[in-house]
């Protein structure tokens, strides 16, 4: 079996881990199809996880509860789009939960980074993109999305590749949320035709 890229989808795994893993890779599935069930029952097994990551770059408790809490509203939104194939469940949530804790940072516009910060931001881990480049997977995902319309395509990228809200990308564009919700369920559904020719 292939390995992901990520350091921790790197190392040997017993058979108790191995289990671990795909117990959460299926969890994390199947909240993408909606199960409130396996939901929150991934959020009992990794928000103590994910919260240690918000804690440590945040520095701040309640600013790192409030930032899990929209940790797990992206990853309701976005489950659909986890594959196994590029990372574990673990290391796609800790993206996550990073990418929000650093947008909380870039926020703080009154308090510059210090020196152990910058290092803590500096990841030298592929993202879920990185990863994607890497994968066999790539050019034919990129063909699929430059076969979109040009505006559902970039939709699709910027939810998907670079974690932007369904509510950010309705804001930025002026649409109802609702609106903004049908447009990229279509595409998804357009996108997965095109991958399963």
Known sequence: MQRNAATDDDRPLDGVEARRRHELN?????AGEGDQAAFATL????????FGVCVRMLRDRGEAEEVLQDVYVTVWRQAASFDPGLASAV??????????????????????????????????HPSPAAM?????????????LDALPAQQGTLV???????????ELAVRLSVPLGTMKSWIRRSLIQLKTCLDQ
């Open 91 to 124: 290391t796609w949530l800790a993206t996550i939960a990073r990418n929000r804790a650093i947008d909380r940072l870039r926020r703080r516009r009154e308090e510059p980074l210090d020196a152990s910060m910058e290092e803590e931001l500096a990841d030298e």
């Open 157 to 167: 990228r910027e939810a998907f590749f670079t974690g932007a809200t369904y509510a």
């Open 26 to 30: 299926r969890l994390l599935h199947e």
């Open 43 to 50: 959020y009992q097994r990794t928000s103590a996880k994910l």
């Open 132 to 144: 994607a480049e890497r994968s066999q997977e790539k050019r034919r995902l990129e063909r699929c």
